[in-house]
């Protein structure tokens, strides 16, 4: 088990979103959850991504190699950094660190990226637009992190996410166990001064081009927002938009923002994505008296890593989103569906209790069928 030392209320009133700020034994006695031999034998693997960073010209450059790859000899012993994103969906002993952080709502978490640095490695300068808590696994790194503010592309690339150095308002190294926080917009760059492991935990919420193309999709799919804009006087000139059609067509947008039978479905749907391939299990096609025997026999039902089960309050209907689509309940099984949502295994008593509800029953069922859950020995 990981258990995050800091205290979550005065961190979600006082810095989440807000500035940047270092956690000293954030863990104590960190141990890392996955081996740097383990993590390059998954940047092999063709479903995960994974990336190369090589590091150029002292510092000034960065070269990125997108994987999987078949070995590292190539890049040597120095400057060069490792990354794999959502090694939580592909190695189940880090699902602990990942439940450390369920103090934020699971909607926002993206991923848990682990990498490997050698001496000088590192990504260059840059800016994410999420959340990210970086922790220190074995080894020592060099952090900087500036202020929000207005920063030049480097180069003038404007598609890189690079830019320019920047002034630091932070310059720590961290150790193991150690843990930075970064909001959105904070400029930060890493450097590496021994072999180091580090993982980062990535929150994020969708950007504006997201939601908005969400909700086409989903009109398009539904065949809904037929609406057109009405107007009772015209313009003098035939060539002028005057200003109050111009809100009075926006306003169908917004009318749709406010229609919880639209956006409810779309947010639901959008939110338990997965920007990450998801490591499917086989399906499990069992019967319900085949289920029922196993949880008799103490076996727990877990979900596949990084799956998200989500309710959304006052929702319209009675439901549970699932890695982007809708499954329903019975109104009554509510509690059981809460259980669903908010718990990453379920044990054997409660589930039998589970069986005995109709809805809740063939859930389980669907999902198992699915690959999302499958049946585990109880710890």
Known sequence: MYQLTIDKDKFLKEIWQQKPVIFRQAFKDFADPIAADELAGLACEEEVASRVVVTQDKGKNWQVINGPFEDYDQYGEENWQLL?????????????????????????????????ATPGGGVGPHIDQYDVFIIQGE?????????????????GVTTSPLIENFEPIIDEILEPGDMLYIPPGFPHQGFTLTLAMSYS???????????????????????????????????????MVPLAQQQGLMTLLTALAQAP????????????QNRFELDICEAERIDAEELQQALQDGAVISRIGGLKVLLLENDAADRLFINGDSFDFAAEDRDYAEILANHTSIDSEIALAMLQRNSINALLLKLLELGYCYLAEAE
């Open 84 to 116: 794999v994103q959502a090694i939580n969906h592909w190695y189940p002993d880090c699902q602990p660190l990942v439940e450390a952080f369920r103090f934020l709502p699971d909607w926002r978490f993206d991923d848990l990226m682990a990498s490997f």
């Open 139 to 155: 080894g020592r790194r060099r952090w900087t992190v500036g202020d929000i503010g207005s920063y030049q592309q480097r180069g």
């Open 201 to 239: 935990i990535g929150f994020r919420a969708p950007s504006q081009q997201e939601l908005l193309s969400s909700m086409a999709d989903y009109l398009i799919d539904c065949n809904q927002g037929q609406q057109r804009y009405t107007s009772t006087s015209e313009p003098s000139q035939p060539g």
């Open 261 to 272: 039978e639209t956006y409810q479905a779309m947010l639901g749907k959008l939110l338990s």
